[in-house]
């Protein structure tokens, strides 16, 4: 065999180093997949080499090899997967009526009277002036308040302003931003290893929790919005007519008695703001109170209240907030603790002070916008601490759970925007281990059934096939670990399809070669004829997969996302593999052996 | 067929067949198989899982011998969530009935957060009936309505967008003759997978959407091989007959159509009975597909071929001179790779 790789030419170099190069990258990348995960090394905690993995392999493994992995879908490993939606659109609105709500405080110290905003589904903002002569000083209040509305046209006494597209557009992004980030901070303060949380549409965001199984306690504590306020209750209808207004309003909206939810009191509230039942600067709000039945719990009753329609203080300013327990009036009971910064501190004082002097002195905490509890104020407290109490609604030790979750939301802050579950999964441990084993095993199968027929079909240029083969496995795999690809069930069902459909360019290759020698070729000519005709067969049956794989991107399911990449990189890979690198070999043993094939 | 290890040849050197004598009993088989389908599709109804109706989904795993669909359906009624619909999977490879998916549908005016609890309250009472050491909450679902309707329709646009694209390829990359076939290959395999996964009552799920653009994917695959090779007969032999040279370009392409299919069958069926669960529906899915997918590209995409220039040729169309084109393409040098026999008579 001496001299036995000479006079190739450069071509079979080029070739030969290439391939050699993938098999490189191919090993690379995919090896660390296998050494487990590097969080859960033992690692040095003292002296210079804090950090470093205590064992030599491991520290090794850590500074040679790339440390991108193939990540396991959750149907691998087990887990939740939670689709949120976030509603934008109440926040914007929510926001612009905040602003109008300013404006008009402003405005009206200037002596420009206002009354009745309305913010319509497509944002456009009206309110009716006074005196429409003012206009241009108004617009200038609301201007400063808000970047989102731009001053319109005043028609009789309706002043209107139009929103500006792209500034809603921006804003609306950075609330998907915000609640992103509030919920990966609760996630790290739950303490779940990996966890993926990543935005899907415009606004929707996925949220992925590996090995977690408490479905309900996950869906608590990441779709808590924990928008929480403080507002003074009112005294100017009495508490005992405001039952008879709120049914009053639900025969006029034919809204059900049983709907309590804040969406609906919102509307029925802003009915008796209209009619004049109640004050426009008021609002209406019920005390929900639950008790526990089974495994869920049952609404018992409702208080309502009649509070401000803004409020002065809220959630973000609270310092701290932790779950203690309380026997405050002789009742023991689970309580969240609150500590305001100095700012937030000063506002409960003065809001506090305001109540001790206005009938019924009361104020109200508000979580989402459900009033949690009404309290009595006698006089200032200006300490800056309060206290949320968490209800009969279920057992103590649930309570005491409940509290602490409360206490993670409100200290990691508020969503800017309500979230609502639209999808959920659970997979549970086991059956993640098992369908690993599964498509171990299937794969594994598979391999060995396309390897012994192509050997018995095509002999050495079968076995060269096989090598591509299995180089091409390696390589979608080593693609997978750098792209920090998910790997799920079907993205397995994609592997064994592409090995199975891999060996398919060489069985072209070779019987074009094939029907090269019974043309009359001698075996080194039908093998470069074979290789040259065949490309362009190749080319085309490659593409137009790839056209089916390139939609299947693109249609944007994230469990099939998984199987469309592995597709994907799969004929790339396969084009590269079932061409090139069994050209190099196969010319090698046309060129350098003896070893005869299809004669 | 040549039978020595490592080179076995299903189909002898310069072996031509027939193929296309048999295309009107072929073209029949087809209409009917697809009208099948169709006919299955419209009166049983496509069976759609959650993914795009909505509602939750449990998977369980139940240990105790001999509890069946019924003694679950029991369960699910003592429970009092409303309808609860019990169905076997993931059995034919193992033939054993011992996991079960529970179906809930979202109630109407209620919001979707009320299946969550009903899912709670059944998984309860089928653990408390049948022990709870007994049963395995595989995975639970929850899918909202709205979102499911989305997926149904991101779905079909999907596969609809694929065949366009194909469509679009197969017309630049050779010529208008072939192109029809392809597509109508396409949703011939489309349509007879459909048909027999709605006929055994297997659920339509995203991971169905993939399975059937794979199809698609695979199905091209396969008629842009025997197509190339008529092209390539055509440049060859301008002057020979289409019938002829559709008929040689099958026969010559055959020996790779039988190993790939049978590589790729392999496969799928190592998951169909290994892979248990969702891969199952999956691989049989793919594996009908193929099978259709191999069989189509015969007798669905080439006598369309042979349809098509019939058509184009009395609207006054003519094939650019072959002959130009070939020697534009190839070397001066080029040997045929195949020297075709005369046909007899």
């Known amino acids: ?599 | 067929m040549k039978f020595r290890f490592g080179n076995v040849e299903f189909f002898p050197p310069h072996w031509s067949f027939d193929f296309m004598k048999f295309k009107k009993i072929s073209i029949g088989i087809s209409v009917l198989l697809s009208v099948l389908s169709l006919v299955i599709i419209a009166t049983k109804g496509v069976n759609y899982s959650i993914d795009f109706l909505g509602g939750a989904e449990i998977a369980l795993s139940v240990k105790k011998q001999g509890v069946g669909r019924d003694d679950l359906e029991k369960v699910a009624e003592d429970a009092g969530v409303g309808d609860v619909e019990v169905t076997t999977y993931g059995n034919l490879g193992t033939s054993a009935d011992s996991e079960f998916l529970m179906r809930l549908q979202h109630e109407k005016d209620k919001p979707d957060a009320e299946t969550a609890k009903r899912v709670e309250i059944l998984v309860a009472k089928v653990k408390a009936t049948l022990g709870a050491e007994n049963v395995e909450v595989k995975s639970v679902a929850n899918i909202s309505g709205k979102i499911g309707a989305e997926e149904e329709r991101k779905g079909y646009l999907a596969l609809l967008l694929a065949c366009v694209g194909i469509l679009i390829y197969i017309g630049f990359r050779f010529d208008p003759r072939f192109a029809p076939g392809a597509v109508l290959c396409l949703a011939h395999d489309v349509l007879i997978a459909l048909g027999f996964m709605t006929l055994m009552g297997r659920p339509f799920s995203t991971a169905s959407i993939a399975a059937f653009l794979t199809i698609v994917g695979y199905s091209i695959n396969d008629t842009v091989i025997v197509y190339d090779r008529i092209r390539e007969t055509q440049l060859i032999h301008p002057r020979q007959d289409i019938t002829t040279t559709i008929n040689n370009s099958i026969s010559q392409t055959m020996n790779r159509t039988v190993l790939t299919a049978s590589t790729g069958l392999f496969g799928l069926l190592v998951l169909v009975l290994l892979g248990g669960g969702a891969i199952e529906d999956f691989a049989l899915t793919m594996l009908v597909g193929i099978l259709v997918g191999t069989y189509s590209s015969i007798y669905v995409a080439a006598p369309l071929t042979i349809v098509m220039e019939g058509w184009l040729r009395k609207m006054g169309w003519e094939p650019k001179d072959p002959s130009l084109k070939a020697k534009a393409l190839k070397d001066p040098n080029f040997i045929p790779p195949v020297v075709l026999k005369k046909r007899k008579g």
């Open chain 1, 1 to 599: 065999m001496k001299g036995s790789f000479t006079n190739l030419p450069i071509l079979w170099w080029v070739k030969a180093a290439l391939t050699l190069l993938a098999l490189l990258f191919g090993v690379l990348f995919t090896l660390p997949t296998f050494f487990g995960d590097p969080a859960t090394w033992p690692r040095v905690e003292e002296g210079p080499d804090k950090g470093q993995p205590v064992g030599a392999f491991h520290r090794f493994v850590e500074s040679t090899l790339p440390s991108s992995r193939i990540n396991l879908g959750l149907d691998l490993k087990g887990g939740l997967h939670l689709l949120f939606e976030v509603d934008v659109e109440q926040s914007v609105k929510d926001s612009l009526s905040r602003a109008m709500s300013r404006a008009r405080d402003l405005a009206d110290k200037d002596g420009i009277k206002t009354s009745d905003v309305k913010v319509a589904a497509d944002y456009t903002t009206t309110v009716v002036l006074a005196d429409p002569s003012k206009k241009e000083a108004f617009a200038k209040h609301v201007t400063d308040q808000t970047y989102l509305l731009a001053a319109g046209d005043v028609t009789g006494n309706v002043f209107s302003f139009s929103p500006s597209r792209t500034r809603i557009d921006e804003y609306e992004a950075q609330i998907l931003t915000q609640a992103i980030n509030t919920i990966r901070n609760r996630i790290d303060q739950f303490g779940v290893a990996e966890p993926n949380i990543f935005q899907q549409g415009a606004s929707r965001i996925v949220v992925q929790l590996p090995g977690s199984q408490d479905l309900e306690r996950a869906k608590q504590l990441i779709g808590n919005t924990a928008q929480l306020d403080f507002r003074m209750v009112l005294g100017d209808v009495p508490q005992v007519e405001l039952d008879g207004l709120l049914k009053e309003a639900r025969t006029a909206l034919s809204v059900p008695e049983d709907d309590t939810t804040p969406a609906a009191v919102r509307k029925l509230s802003e009915w008796l703001r209209e009619q004049k039942k109640i004050p426009t600067t008021a609002t209406v709000m019920l005390q929900r109170n639950f008790e526990k039945e089974g495994v869920t719990s049952k609404l018992v009753g409702t208080v309502p209240y009649l509070v401000e329609a803004q409020a002065k203080l809220t959630g973000d300013l609270l310092d701290s907030a932790s779950a203690e327990q309380s026997a405050e009036n002789f009742i023991p009971q689970t309580v969240v603790a609150m500590n305001f910064g100095p700012q937030g501190g000063k506002l409960f004082g003065d809001l506090t002070t305001e109540a001790s002097k206005k009938a019924p002195n009361q104020i109200a905490i508000i979580l989402d916008d459900n009033i949690n509890s009404a309290p009595s104020v006698n006089g200032p407290i200006l300490g800056g601490k309060a206290t949320i109490t968490m209800g009969r609604r279920s057992s103590p030790e649930v309570q005491a759970q409940e509290a602490q979750d409360l206490a993670l939301v409100l200290r990691s802050g508020a969503l800017p925007a309500a979230v609502k579950v639209v999808e959920e999964r659970q997979v549970g441990p086991s059956e993640g281990a098992e369908n690993i084993r599964k498509g171990v095993v299937s794969s594994g199968i598979a391999a060995v059934i396309v390897v012994v027929f192509m050997l018995f079909v095509y002999g050495v240029s079968g076995m060269v096939a096989n090598v591509a083969m299995l180089l091409n496995v390696l390589l979608i795999l080593a693609f997978m670990a750098a792209f920090g690809a998910t790997l799920t069930l079907p993205g397995i069902a994609g592997i064994v399809l592409t090995m199975a459909v891999a060996v398919d360019g060489n069985v072209i290759i070779n019987e074009r070669i094939r029907e090269e020698v019974r043309a009359g070729n001698t075996s080194k000519v039908a093998f470069y004829k074979g290789y040259n005709h065949s490309f362009g067969t190749l080319v085309d049956a490659h593409i137009t997969s790839a056209v089916a794989a390139f939609v299947l991107l693109l249609y944007g399911n994230p469990a099939v996302k998984g199987f469309a990449v592995t597709l994907m990189v799969g004929i790339v890979a396969t084009l590269f593999t079932s061409y090139y690198v069994t050209e190099v070999i196969g010319q090698w043993l046309v060129e350098k052996t003896r070893i005869r094939r299809f004669m």
